[in-house]
């Protein structure tokens, strides 16, 4: 037995296939070797994805940003453009509500029941008003108020009047005398019983030379419907009709001038207010919106009634529309 164990190590030596073993092991080394990863081989492609993926995420992240600043931006605008338009709508109402007050008026404020005045400059060729020099010189409209507006006081027109249409119209009959004469009458001139009243027409003399510098005629005429008959056997007035009720009306001065005949020439701008502050025109009844008791009647004078007055040594001689 021994002797055969013997015989087959002389048979198989290992180290007879040393060195085909040693090239066997570095073979099969070298061909793992090879399916190692070499990073050096992939350097430049890994720089560049990395870069395009940072160039990509550096984008996106700023295209968010602005995007971002965008939606801010529109935001602000929107606020700003809103609190703009809030500023302009009160000052537009500001404007209008300063408008309507009559701020932007000269004569802003100036009303008077029977005669008013506006504060407006004009030149005139009064000599009182001239100066050293011979030189007219400039008169505000107050002023010529001051001095001439008393002319009117005697002027008393009623709304309610029969002649309400030829008076605007400039037509100073002898019935519209007479009715302005009446309006002069004192109370205890004037009897009255129910709804009949007379006068002695001595007393529609006396106030009618207050106001006219002619004669007298006289005739019948109509007091706010009432027909006053003249009676000349009695030298009376007498009515047996109860008259409308009495409406006078308010007056604002617009101009004031002075002729070569030195005429006194004041022009009025006319309307109705009644009891509850309401301004009417004369001629059509026509309530005027958006009047005001602080307003002035000039800044309704194309709504209103215009009429002009020429006085002359106090009386008045003519009117004209």
């Known amino acids: 037995m021994a002797k055969k164990i013997k015989d087959t190590e002389e048979s198989f030596n290992i180290k007879d296939y040393r060195s085909e073993i040693d090239k066997y092991v570095k073979e099969k080394v070298a061909e793992e070797a090879k399916k190692v990863v070499n990073l050096k081989d992939y350097k430049d492609q890994i720089d560049k994805y990395t870069k395009e993926r940072v160039e990509i995420e550096s984008a996106s992240q700023s295209v968010k940003l602005l995007k971002k ?3 801010n931006k529109k935001i602000s605008s929107g606020i700003k ?6 500023l302009l709508a009160c000052m537009g109402y500001g404007i209008y509500y300063l408008y309507q007050d009559g701020y932007f008026d000269e004569n802003k404020g100036v009303k008077c029941p029977v005669n008013n005045c506006d504060v407006s400059k004009i030149i005139m060729d009064d000599p009182s008003s001239k100066t050293d020099k011979g030189k007219s010189k400039e008169v505000s409209l107050d002023e010529l108020k001051v001095k001439y507006s008393y002319l009117l006081d ?3 027109f009623d709304a309610n009047s029969n002649y309400t249409r030829d008076y605007y119209q400039g037509n100073l009959t002898n019935e519209i005398k007479l009715y302005l004469s009446y309006k002069l ?3 205890d001139e004037i009897i009255t019983s129910d709804d009949s009243s007379y006068f002695d027409s001595m007393s529609l003399e006396s106030s009618y030379k207050k106001l006219f510098s002619d004669k007298i005629n006289l005739t019948s005429f109509k007091y706010n419907n009432a027909s006053y008959i003249y009676i000349p056997g009695k030298e009376i ?6 008259p409308n009720e009495v409406k006078n009306i308010t007056r604002e001065i617009t101009d004031i001038t002075l002729d070569d005949e030195n005429n006194i020439i004041i022009t009025c701008v006319e309307g109705y207010i009644n009891e509850s502050g309401k301004l ?3 001629l059509t009844n026509k309530e005027i919106p958006g009047y005001k008791q602080s307003y002035s009647l000039s800044k309704y004078k194309d709504k209103l009634n215009t009429i002009t007055y020429v006085f002359n040594d106090n009386y008045l001689i003519n009117l004209y529309k």
Do not use: A
């Not at 007035?237 to 109860?242: R, S």
């Open 237 to 242: 007035y007498m009515t047996n009709n109860k």
């Open 81 to 86: 453009s809103f609190i703009i338009l809030c």
């Open 185 to 187: 009458l004192g109370s």
């Open 69 to 71: 600043q965008l939606h």
């Open 154 to 156: 005697s002027v008393i």
């Open 280 to 282: 009417y025109n004369i």
